[in-house]
């Protein structure tokens, strides 16, 4: 809003006058400043103090604008920051997020918006990482359940013995736990899929 309020601004002060110089004359008279006020400016004792205070309103107006960029840039590819939580357990969690950076971008509030869109993508990227990690634990599992339940059929163990029955079951079920991003359930899953399997392979 102060962003909007400034460019109107400027626009009224005349082509002598720099957007920088806008600004000075703004935080000074923020009510509703003269077109000459720029004139008087020489005549303040602490012209220095007044533009450093500028200055930093000019690097807030900045921010502003880099975070509203930032945050419109998101909510047009929403479809691509949606699919990363999709058909998850969490997935209402994870909308609930989405909706606070819209209702702040509605309102305005650019820099809170990006600030939120910062932490959701932070913790995507850390549960994607998750996921990948479980994935990739969960495929070396399969891989060698695959090996010990030929072997396990080479010498009589059949499906319906406990230990091969216990393992694929808990490999089923970490499958199914890592396809919602459950990430500790799937976890605990595999490593009961392992106890089964080294039952197992003391038998063979």
């Not at 003269?34 to 450093?52: E, V």
């Not at 609930?96 to 209702?103: C, D, G, N, P, S």
């Not at 549960?127 to 396990?152: C, H, P, T």
Request: some cysteine; proline content about 1%.
């Amino acid at each position: 809003m102060y962003l909007d309020r400034l460019q109107v601004f400027h626009g009224t002060c005349g082509r002598q006058t720099t957007f920088s110089d806008a600004i000075v004359i703004l935080v000074l008279s923020p009510s509703n400043p003269p077109r000459d006020s720029l004139w008087g400016f020489s005549a303040l004792r602490n012209a220095g103090q007044a533009i450093g205070l500028a200055d930093g309103v000019v690097r807030s107006i900045v921010q502003e604008r880099e975070a509203m960029d930032n945050v419109q840039r998101a909510l047009r590819q929403r479809k691509k920051l949606i699919s990363q939580y999709q058909d998850r357990d969490d997935e209402t969690d994870w909308t609930e997020h989405l909706t606070a950076i819209e209702q702040a971008a509605d309102a305005r509030k650019w820099s809170e918006a990006s600030d939120l869109l910062s932490a959701m993508n932070q913790d995507l990227d850390k549960e994607g990482k998750a996921s990948e990690e479980a994935l990739e634990l969960y495929d070396f599992v399969m891989d060698e359940w695959r090996i010990l339940r030929n072997q396990s059929e080479a010498i009589g163990i059949k499906v319906k013995d406990d230990d091969r029955r216990l393992t694929e079951q808990a490999i089923a079920e970490a499958g199914d736990a890592l396809s919602v991003g459950r990430i500790e359930d799937c976890l605990e899953h595999l490593g009961s899929a392992d106890a089964s399997m080294e039952r197992l392979r003391r038998r063979i």
